[in-house]
């Protein structure tokens, strides 16, 4: 009988997960391992906890849900795989519906390519000598049975950038590398939001975004596009240093722009859809009427299901557009070819267009 595992309830999956990995590993091939009531009772955790770990392991490649009949064990190293590094916690809410959509359209997509997937998190550990997903990584790369790499999410530590710099020739696609994952420039996407705004007779426009004083990313790109259309720019509007996954820091960004003065913004770009919820609800509790006194545009996500309680105009990625154009890249990198720069834009959906979308005009899914 298996004994019985003692876990921290604080990072309580992955601990399974990477329990149930060391128990794969070295097993034999095909052998179907316990059922998952057989391992929540062994192990002393629930069912739902066993399941998320053995769909974890799944996509992973090292096992394989055969319906009506259990899971096995597949080959636990021999074969060559694209792997995923994601830079991130599984659990973590920085993680998303946009990145987790990424990794299942690359475990799909190159699986209907006859390519095995794995996914390595690379997370932070207390003793960074002991990382499973680091170590198990650079005996894959050692043995040679990494294809490819795609790095989903960062930063990564020295650790995982000096394994990286090691790989040599490996195709390597995202992060600080030539080709990136997100072949997108959103100050075309601002450019257009502004000059619809600017069409409507909307001129103060403020932005909440993510992106820290002087990083390059969207307070530049908005400046930028803002500056072409001689539209001013008011410092105080352009809220980008709280980080979207801090609770309520959408909802204290949208309050911090609305009392910077007595001007007010008659639109407001909300740069990550992390913050929309918080935002629209510090909007209806000042009691703001959107659209009337200040219409809202969101960069979002394509099937994530968010809500917008009022007209919301929706500057829309499709995460499987950009798997399917990083596949693009990775095949020709794995046939000796030079990739031509691919290229993915967001969709925009005007609020009358999105609504559209939903039976009721007020209820506006993605």
Known sequence: MTPRKHFSRRTLTDQVVEELRKFVVGRAVGERIASERELSEQWGVSTRTIRE????????????????????????????HIALIVGSNRTHPELGFYVSELIDQFHALFGAAGRLVRTYWATEHEDLQADPAHEELAANLKAGRVQAVILIKGPLDDRWRGLLREAGTIPQMGGHTKYSLFPYDRSVEFREILAFFQERGRRRVALLSHFADGEVGAPAEFRAAASALALPIREAWLQSSAHPTIPGAGYEGFK?????????????????????????????????????????????VRGSG??????????????????????????????????????????????ADAAADSPRATLQPA
């Open 53 to 80: 770990a053995v769909g974890a392991l799944v996509h992973e490649g090292l096992l394989d849900r055969r319906h009506g009949s259990g899971t096995y064990i597949v080959d636990s190293g021999g074969n060559r």
């Open 256 to 300: 911090d722009i609305w009392r910077a003065g007595s001007e007010k913004p008659d639109a407001l770009i909300i740069a990550d859809d992390h913050f929309y919820s918080d935002a629209a609800t510090a909007i209806l509790e000042m009691g703001i009427r959107a659209p009337t006194q200040c219409e809202v545009a969101v960069f979002s």
């Open 306 to 351: 968010m809500f917008f309680p009022f007209p919301t105009h929706r500057m829309e990625i499709d995460p499987a557009k950009v798997a399917l154009a990083a596949q693009d890249t990775i095949e020709q990198l794995l046939a000796g070819k030079t990739p031509h720069p691919a290229s993915v834009g967001f969709d925009w959906k005007p609020a």
